[in-house]
């Protein structure tokens, strides 16, 4: 006996049905599928409620939400179909009433929306994190890297501080320091990483760990041409990066400096009351394998200091080195006047004024 056309039909329906949950099941509801299920509801209910209850409590642009949720916590598979979802929701209720409470500009809004939302869920499906996991993952990095460049303590008779300042007032940038202390032995290391934003702070964030790893773990005179072998194996063709490495002796005040392509570290001696550049030299990291750095000795004395600084605070476009090596030099009295703690700020802003440069300055003394 043949079927009817209409046991025909209701089979054709319930298994284009089945077929249709299970690829929802499979390709877009997966792990977020209660996500999704809860916004969906929602957004149907925002239209039952517009068509059928009071409209000041159910605006049909409330569905804006259900999107920019949508962006925060689902994939880019269900999102998609949550937009959808929307859509049918907006069309349902304009043609329930006769598109008066659903214009042009609310469909413009809540497709530019709904657009700019996809690409957000991209990024956060590149990542593997939903919600607000990245932002968390990124504050977590940068207090790491804040934890990084604090000094270590220092015995009675010493000081020392560090400024580090981002361009444009950024959370991160391609200036970094990294120290180390063991027993009379401090080692600090101010490194600066080619190029600005997104680029530079990423690499800063990578190489602050490596470098931090090896500035206690090899000796001192090797610590540069470790990182400078650790750029040739791993920068692919990132950029160079500039460092000074200064190692002092805590017990006598001998020191000994290590430049890599960096500015140089200016010194006071207390005992002449004048600021004069160190001489060391050397080619920047991440350019040519298997360099080697020869350091310039020098001691503090009681009263006497030494800055460390990165080229943002030397540096002028179109400008020669000496001219900002200079400034430098004239700054650095504001150190002795208003004390090397206190005045360290004071020379950052006075450097840094009208530059759009990550900056970062070390001060080591002697009381």
């Not at 006996?1 to 298994?15: C, D, E, G, V, Y």
């Not at 920019?68 to 949550?82: D, E, P, Q, T």
């Not at 160190?278 to 920047?284: D, L, R």
């Not at 004390?339 to 003394?365: H, M, Q, R, Y």
Request: charged share 20%; glycine share 14%; with cysteine.
């Amino acid at each position: 006996m043949n079927a009817t056309p209409t046991a025909k039909a209701t089979r054709l329906l319930r298994s284009t049905a089945q077929r249709l949950v299970a690829v929802l099941r499979r390709k877009v509801l997966f792990r977020y599928r209660l996500v999704l299920i809860t916004l969906v509801v929602i957004a149907v209910g925002i239209g039952v409620g517009a068509v059928w209850g009071p409209t000041q409590w159910f605006p049909p642009s409330s569905t804006i939400l259900t999107v920019l949720a949508g962006g925060l916590l689902l994939k880019r598979k269900s999102l998609a179909f949550l937009l959808g979802v929307v859509a049918a929701v907006l069309l349902f209720v304009g043609y329930m009433l006769d598109f008066g409470e659903v214009g042009p500009g609310l469909l413009v809004t809540i497709g530019v929306t709904g657009v700019l939302s996809y690409l957000l869920s991209g990024v956060r499906e590149r990542l593997g994190v939903q919600g607000l996991g990245g932002e968390m993952m990124l504050l977590d990095l940068r207090d790491r890297l804040r934890h990084q460049g604090k000094l270590p303590e220092v015995p009675q008779g010493w000081g020392r501080t560090a400024v580090l300042r981002q361009a444009g007032g950024s959370s991160f940038g391609g200036d970094f320091v990294v120290s180390h202390r063991q027993g009379d032995q401090l080692d600090i290391a101010v490194v600066d990483v080619s190029g600005k934003g997104v680029d530079a702070g990423t690499r800063a964030l990578l190489l602050s760990g490596a470098f931090s790893g090896l500035i206690g773990a090899v000796p001192t005179r090797d610590f540069l041409a470790h990182c400078n072998d650790y750029l040739m194996r791993h920068s692919e063709g990132e950029g160079f990066v500039t460092a000074v490495h200064l190692s002092v002796d805590l017990s006598s005040g001998a020191y000994q400096v290590f430049s890599a392509g960096h500015p140089p570290a200016v010194q006071y001696d207390a005992g002449k009351g004048v600021w004069s550049a160190n001489e060391a030299k050397g080619v920047v990291l991440g350019v040519i394998p298997e360099m080697t750095y020869t350091p310039v000795d020098g001691r503090l004395r009681p009263g006497d200091g030494l800055m460390l600084c990165t080229d943002g605070l030397v540096e002028t476009p179109g400008e020669d080195l000496d001219a900002g090596i200079d400034r430098l030099l004239g700054a650095a009295e504001t150190l002795v006047t208003r004390g090397f703690s206190s005045g360290a700020d004071e020379v950052v802003d006075i450097l840094s004024k009208d530059k759009n440069d990550d900056c970062a300055l070390v001060v080591l003394w002697r009381d």
